[in-house]
């Protein structure tokens, strides 16, 4: 546990100003996130929602939550609650949903539209021009929710061409979408093996697990 303050404060020591931390806490006890909280650290994310629910129950109320993982409809009404930002918004549906959730319970959650440009088929999101459209006709739509920027992830690969092509392809969708929603600034991009590459590329956000919390045991 001594480890994760040692680590995070690294971490924190070498980060660009400006650019925001997202200790990705998921699959981490309570206790390691309590370590991290002890340095000043704030913004946690998790990728389910009973988890997230449970974590945000027993960590204090000045936490700022985001959800990176795939929105399962059915467990919506669970993380809302607690929600600042819900960074995995890969379909139209599920903005209108949160939107109208989040007018029902009275929050005003921050959203980034989740763009898909890796290799993998398994990982979700919108190509960069449905982002554009949705964002388009559902902005002026949304009651309580704000769409906040985009939120990407590069290939699983050792090619640094690839991640650098990949980063760039988010980086260039993002700068798009503030041509239609000027406020929409945040560029989530960058995890423990790739965070240097976003953060050239203009990141704004980096989501940080195994580096501070150490290996996952799913
Ligand atoms: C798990 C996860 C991360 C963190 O990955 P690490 O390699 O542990 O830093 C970042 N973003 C998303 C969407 C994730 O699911």
Not at 20 to 33: Q, R
Request: hydrophobic residues 45%; contains cysteine.
């Amino acid at each position: 546990m001594e480890e994760i303050r040692h680590r995070i404060n690294e971490l924190r020591s070498q980060l660009p100003e400006g650019v925001t931390l997202a200790a990705v806490s998921k699959f981490h006890p309570v206790e390691a996130l309590r370590e991290a909280y002890a340095t000043g650290q704030r913004v946690f994310a998790e990728s389910r929602a009973d988890e997230l629910a449970a974590k945000a129950a027993a960590m204090p109320s000045d936490v700022e939550w985001h959800f990176i993982g795939h929105v399962q409809t059915n467990k919506l009404r669970r993380i809302m609650p607690h929600v600042h930002t819900i960074q995995s918004v890969d379909s139209e549906r599920l903005l209108m949903l949160i939107d109208a959730e989040a007018e029902r319970i009275g929050t005003r959650p921050r959203l980034l539209l989740q763009v898909h440009v890796a290799a993998e088929q398994t990982k979700t999101g919108f190509t960069p021009d449905e982002l554009l459209d949705v964002a388009r006709r559902c902005a002026p739509q949304l009651r309580a929710a704000t769409i906040d920027g985009v939120m990407g992830m590069a290939t699983n690969t050792d090619s640094t061409e690839r991640i650098n092509a990949d980063f760039a392809a988010i980086a260039l969708t993002a700068k798009r979408l503030r041509d239609i929603l000027p406020d929409a600034r945040t560029l989530s991009m960058g995890m423990s093996d790739d965070w240097h590459i976003a953060v050239a590329h203009g990141s704004n956000m980096v989501r940080i697990g195994s580096t501070i919390f150490g290996p996952r045991e799913y």
